[in-house]
């Protein structure tokens, strides 16, 4: 493993740190916050976005403050494999920085694009293995659009793995809308049945797990109509029996300005439960 | 006026805005964060580095949170001109993204670098005639690096306009740095009696102001020993009768995660005094 990038903050250190991912058979870079003297500290995961790199959420959520006092590590993995030998597209919405934390099964992606694996498999054992004050048996995750989707979906099908789960503007019904149709096909090819592994609507249905789930949306995200949907959620949480607390946030958008208003309640929500 | 961008953050906007500059005879664009419900609002003005743009310190430096609640507004100028038909030149540290916040007076740079004239006189100015809820009487002014040494200079040559002043790693001897001397000899010339109308330990000796300036640094600063050199003005405040609080802040480097960590003590600073 490689340290990219170590700066003191907020009394702790932010670093960026790259490994070797099997899974992804490429290198991997993640933002690693380390609050000043944690021992045996709760851990979140948190997963970006579309286009995102690792480096979005630990230059522009400002979540760093509070996970100090709380003393909380905070995990922020990339969206993708990266490097010259990884296939991509030329849309914004599929390839590099669209991982979808999915495992691919269609060429030419399938051998690169092993996400799922990479974060519930690979990530975990790193943290234990690199991270000593971090203690991976107190282990949330989060996530804001693409990585809601993928916060989610990993809690739902590992909930003794993510504890804890909250989400950002989410994608919620993947096989429903646009974002998800194209990254599907993509990924996973046109049987829809396979789809619904990774389609937090489906999942819930008959995989609620017993923690309580926090959402934030922002009413006035540009998204929101077409690719989030988030009632949809709401409704099958309901038949599921998954206790969600959803809430629309007046007047907010789609950007990381959202994340960073209400990015306290979330470390508080999983601190609380962890 | 256009308006670039606006985000709902903390219950307050995070708006950019594009205005044309007569002083500086191009478009400028800077940031705005106003409190939700402001009225005769505080105002800061924060000054970025080397480098920046308006963009900087809005998304990076987590400055809206306490603004939001101290009922501040935040304005982020840009750091130079610019545009196609402003000159610029192939370092980092000169031409655009590095305007040194002075009144160049050598061609071709005279011509759109007159970036103390649009900060001292026109961006109050527009203030005053935009942001209604901003009250210009109670205006404070801080930044960084390069900004740091335009807060310091435009405070104490102009301590009724900008009453109190921060600065978080500033360039505090410019005539005396490679940083400084590549600017001024640029903008300003190779009379370098020219040169004491932008240097703070200059000004300081005969322009002290009444405020009580802080300056935080980090001791792990890449650039502390040649380009900082924060002991050389703590030395020409106690000369010139200005009191200083000078922290070095041990661990820390130049980087926004420093800012950042820093941020709330400032905006309290300038909020108590204001």
């Known amino acids: 493993m490689t340290l990219i990038s170590q700066n003191k903050m907020h009394g702790g250190t932010q670093a960026v740190h790259e490994h070797y991912s099997p899974a992804c058979n490429c290198d991997m870079r993640l933002g690693v916050f380390t609050p000043e003297g944690a021992k045996s500290a709760p851990v979140l995961i948190f997963l ?61 992606w399938a051998d690169h694009f092993q996400m799922e694996s990479y974060i519930r498999d690979e990530l975990p054992a790193w943290i234990a293995a690199n991270i000593p004050a971090a203690d991976i048996n107190r282990m949330g995750i989060s996530g804001h659009s693409m990585g809601g989707h993928g916060a989610l979906t990993l809690h739902l099908k590992n909930p003794d793995l993510f504890k804890t789960c909250s989400a950002f503007s989410p994608i919620i019904a993947p096989s429903q809308v646009p974002w998800g149709q194209k990254a599907f096909t993509g990924y996973l090819g046109t049987d829809m049945t396979t789809w619904s592994a990774y389609d937090s609507c489906a999942l819930v249905k008959n995989m609620s797990s017993s923690a309580h789930i926090l959402i934030d949306q922002g009413s006035e995200d540009q998204f929101l109509s077409e690719q989030l949907r988030s009632h949809l959620f709401q409704t099958a949480c309901e038949l599921g029996g998954q206790e969600l607390t959803l809430r629309m946030q007046p007047g907010y958008d789609h950007s990381y300005y959202f994340i960073a208003s209400f990015i306290d309640d979330h470390l508080r929500w999983h601190a609380d439960r962890l």
Request: glycine fraction near 14%.
């Open 48 to 108: 970006s976005g579309l286009t995102c790199t690792e480096q979005n959420f630990i230059t522009k959520a400002g979540a760093q403050k509070l996970a100090a006092k709380l003393g909380m590590i905070i995990i922020a993995p990339d969206t993708s494999p990266r490097g010259d030998n990884v296939p991509d597209d030329e849309g914004y919405d599929f390839g590099k920085g669209a991982g979808f934390y999915l495992n691919a099964t269609q060429k030419p």
